[in-house]
């Protein structure tokens, strides 16, 4: 069974950095692709970012170049680095696991103006 713990949210004011982890257990870490998505409120969840098992990203148009995907094979963790964060960037952000439909409980994160 897929389990994702997610943490580093926070407050922080805008233009202020936060970086979130997320520890997977349950699956063969290195072989999957990973990403991060966010549910702002009353909003639908949408992807943020994702890294496949060979280190290849992607991103949301409204984070490129302000947030950067890494992952660490051997803590079987992946990482959102989050810099000059903007107050729309407000929400809670999950881990999943490509392929698999379990989601962790989230980290919040609130960006103040």
């Known amino acids: 069974q897929v389990q994702l713990v997610e943490s580093g949210g926070g407050l922080v004011q805008a233009g202020g950095s936060l970086r979130l982890s997320c520890v997977a257990s349950g699956i063969i870490f290195r072989i999957n692709s990973m990403a991060w998505y966010r549910q702002a409120p009353g909003k639908q969840r949408e992807l943020v970012a994702g890294i496949s098992s060979g280190g290849t990203t992607n991103y949301a148009e409204t984070v490129k170049g302000r947030f950067t995907v890494s992952r660490d094979n051997a803590k079987n963790t992946v990482y959102l680095q989050m810099n000059s964060l903007k107050p729309e960037d407000t929400a809670v952000y999950y881990c999943?696991?490509?392929?698999?439909?379990?989601w962790g409980q989230g980290t919040q994160v609130t960006v103040s103006s």
């Open positions: 999943k696991v490509s392929g698999f439909t379990s």
